[in-house]
């Protein structure tokens, strides 16, 4: 009915340009020096590696650059190889620098610090701590839209298999 009414062209053109805002929508930016509330956090991260020159966002030979997707209720972590992991986020706490999850999967138990560091405001520490596990680690996250701001590292993985580069680790605590 709406096609008679609207040529199927047009019609595409509308629903294609309207801006659909949900209440998940990612900000943008990342805070200067506090977090306000936990939407700050909501949106696409990626994972950011540092060398001798400073901080880059790597594409590696196998697999894709590691990445975070925080929605209102979950978190979904997608590693370089494996298939994403998806956790529902149980409760928050803001602090001035850091909001601190905890979240859960059927088989796991973690909590999830996300720091800020550095006052330009381009990326934040990630912490993690598995509980059962007691498997802990941090790297230096940005948001996706702001990885391009970084030098950018290919492994292009031509014919012959090139081994992955080695970063340096994450300095800050």
């Excluded at 939407?39 to 696409?44: A, M, Q, R, S, V």
């Excluded at 979904?76 to 956790?87: A, F, H, M, T, W």
């Excluded at 598995?130 to 993985?157: H, W």
């Amino acid at each position: 009915m709406l096609d008679k009414i609207i040529p199927p062209a047009l019609f595409f053109l509308l629903i294609t340009s309207c801006n659909f805002k949900e209440e998940t929508s990612p900000t943008q930016a990342i805070p200067k020096e506090e977090w306000k509330n936990i939407k700050e956090l909501y949106g696409n991260w990626t994972q950011l590696e540092r060398d001798s020159i400073g901080y880059l966002h790597y594409k590696p030979c196998d697999g894709k650059t590691p990445s975070l997707l925080i929605l209102k209720d979950s978190i979904i972590l997608s590693q370089q190889i494996e298939s994403p992991i998806n956790l529902k986020i149980d409760s928050y706490k803001i602090k001035r620098d850091s909001i601190v999850l905890n979240v859960s999967s059927k088989n796991l138990n973690a909590e999830f610090t996300f720091r800020i560091v550095n006052s330009s405001a381009k990326f934040i520490l990630f912490k993690w701590n598995y509980l059962e596990y007691m498997n802990t680690g941090k790297e230096i996250i940005t948001r996706e839209n702001l990885a391009k701001s970084f030098r950018q590292v290919e492994n292009p993985c031509h014919m012959d298999k090139v081994s992955e580069m080695v970063f340096l680790p994450v300095e800050f605590k």
